[in-house]
């Protein structure tokens, strides 16, 4: 749903977009810090904001992370 977004602000275009692994941080709402494949050896690190179910709002990407690889770990940021 954020793959959009990333696009957007990283100013390009993914063929491959597919999440590896996720990590949460409950606020109020939810933050995910996902790492995901952009390419054949190219990964991103992705830091979405869901808000909670009654605001009726999809995902939203926060920040993100580029020039990462599939050992990199997941970390807050």
Same mark, same amino acid.
């Given at each position: 749903?954020? =793959?959009? !977004? /990333?696009?957007?602000?990283?100013?390009?275009?993914?063929?491959?977009?597919?999440?590896?692994?996720? =990590?949460?941080?409950?606020?109020? @709402?939810?933050?995910? /810090?996902? =790492?995901?494949?952009?390419? *054949?050896?190219?990964?991103?690190? %992705?830091?979405? /904001? !869901?808000? %909670?179910?009654?605001?009726?709002? @999809?995902?939203? %990407?926060?920040?993100? !992370?580029?020039?990462?690889?599939? *050992? *990199?770990? %997941?970390?807050? /940021?």
């Amino acid at each position: 749903q954020v =793959k959009p !977004q /990333f696009e957007s602000q990283a100013n390009r275009n993914c063929g491959v977009f597919t999440a590896i692994v996720y =990590k949460t941080q409950v606020v109020a @709402g939810t933050i995910y /810090f996902i =790492k995901v494949q952009v390419s *054949d050896a190219e990964y991103v690190h %992705l830091k979405v /904001f !869901q808000s %909670l179910p009654q605001e009726n709002q @999809g995902p939203s %990407l926060v920040s993100f !992370q580029t020039g990462k690889t599939r *050992d *990199d770990p %997941l970390t807050y /940021f």
